[in-house]
């Protein structure tokens, strides 16, 4: 069954509920937080020096978007940005997060649904999402640019107005400290340096026993309990150590007192 209608979660007439119990309780409404679909909020280059920035913006007062809107907005814009100014020329950020904690009291539909509901016996609801909450003129996301691609980042963030449902503004200015902080290196260049210390440590650690794959003493290594290596007549091997017997005596003098 797939989800529900934007318009069936977009009001805000209930109060933001973000409450998030650390201990269990004994009367435990919400047992768990729902995970957030949300998965980057910083994307493109932001090691790069921009002059412009385009702010995507929310031009209805009071609305509620969901996390899924947002994560399908922010692949589609990541997506045509890509291809318009390339992956080096932009740097984009998500500006809001959802805080809100959505909960529904499913009931059956159709006729004689109501044998198999409970009605208004659990009201409160279960958790299905989370959203955020918006206000008139917020900022959704925000894109640093060059001036001679801002036009083109403003084009490709107001194509996202399906993937939102909300009525949606585009803004372009100079300001471009107001995005706030930025981080200082590339996604990729961390993925990359963290598997280059991986790699390093992996190398700077010395195995204890040679070894195959099975656990075995590796080729060419003595078995454990195997005898000395002798040459052919039967003398121990150069440079092999000396056998010794079990109940192996003390050398003796060989001239007796």
Known sequence: MGIRHAHCYRGTDKPAYTRIAVTKHDRNYIGTNPGLKTRQFNMGNPTKAYNTIVDLTCEQPQVQLRDNAIEATRLMINRK???????????????????????????????GADRVSSGMKHAFGKPIGRAARLRMSQKVFSVLCDASQAENVRKALMKTAPKLGIRIGANIHQDVASIGTMPK?????????VAADATTDAAATPAADAKDAKGAPA??????GAP??????????????????????????????
Do not use: C, T
Request: hydrophobic share 45%.
């Open 219 to 224: 080729k060419g290594a003595p078995a454990k």
């Open 81 to 111: 940005l890509v291809e318009v100014v390339g992956k080096e020329n932009f740097f984009m950020k998500l500006r809001v997060y959802p805080f809100h904690i959505m909960r529904e009291n499913k009931l059956a539909q159709g006729a």
């Open 228 to 257: 000395a290596a002798k040459d052919a007549k039967g003398a121990p091997a150069k440079g092999a150590p000396a056998a010794k017997d079990a109940k192996a005596a003390p050398a003796k003098d060989a001239k007796k007192k």
């Open 185 to 193: 290196k590339m996604r990729e260049d961390k993925v990359a340096e």
